[in-house]
């Protein structure tokens, strides 16, 4: 039933952001707290519309949107497995796959963000007892600007992923100089200093830019025509 995986889903999220959790974060700790609060944001939405409805409309809502529910539920198992990996003791193997992994919680927000939207689009103009959530979630998937989406909400985590990985960096420097610092995690200390690096992150950027759109075609000189076709000529 759909209403099981949305109470699933709930009790997720209660236990992800109630206040024991506060001080385990061993990892990303801006961007947990940042997932945390659209992970409550999401659940209060969905609480609000369930209590919303009376006891036959549960029942067709639970019938009609089962799939959704599930999807939902799946959404907040990958949100539960991302921030219990920030919060592994073993910080130093989890930053392997999280350390500048920002796409991660970039994925998962936005997910939550439809969801959200969806259940808004829903309290608002469907009619009672026609209720389809992948129909209407498909609906207002294509209306959208996903990638515009996921650049704003890339935006938005920015400053969350700079100070985490700055926060990172610093205990890698700890780590680097204390007497624990085998020669066994030298070359994973030294791998992470070097992705988490900004001026390395500005030089990624730099290399994946438009370089050619730097040369002006007047600069360049044919050498020899090796095909030619509708669209212009192939020359080397």
């Known amino acids: 039933m759909a209403h099981n995986y949305l109470q699933l889903s709930l009790d ?9 959790n506060a001080e385990s974060q061993q990892l990303n700790a801006s961007q947990c ?6 992970l409550l944001e999401t659940a209060t939405s969905i609480q609000a519309f ?3 409805l009376s006891p036959m409309d549960r029942r067709l809502y639970a019938k009609s949107c089962k799939t959704a529910a599930q999807e939902f539920y799946r959404v907040v198992k990958d949100a539960e497995a991302i921030i219990h990996s920030c919060c592994d003791k073993n910080w130093l193997q989890a930053a392997l796959k999280l350390a500048n992994n920002t796409e991660t919680f970039v ?12 259940l808004g689009n829903l309290s608002r103009d469907v009619i009672p007892g026609d209720w389809n959530l992948p129909k209407y979630g498909a609906t207002l998937i294509a209306e959208v600007d996903q990638a515009g989406m996921m650049r704003e909400i890339e935006r938005m985590l920015r400053v969350d992923a700079m100070d985490d990985r700055k926060n990172l960096r610093r205990r890698l420097g700890e780590l680097q100089n204390g007497t624990e ?3 066994l995690r030298q070359d994973v200390i030294l791998h992470l200093l070097r992705i988490t690096d900004p001026a390395a992150e500005d030089e990624q950027k730099t290399e994946k830019g438009d370089f050619l ?3 002006e075609p007047k600069e360049l000189r044919t050498i020899q025509v090796i095909g030619r076709g509708a669209l212009g000529l192939c020359i080397k």
């Open 107 to 118: 994925d998962v927000i936005f997910k939550l963000d439809w969801f959200t939207a969806v």
């Open 213 to 215: 759109l730097t040369i």
């Open 181 to 183: 610092a085998v020669d």
């Open 50 to 52: 369930f209590d919303s």
């Open 33 to 38: 707290g940042a997932l945390k609060t659209k």
């Open 12 to 20: 997720v999220v209660r236990a992800l952001v109630g206040p024991e």
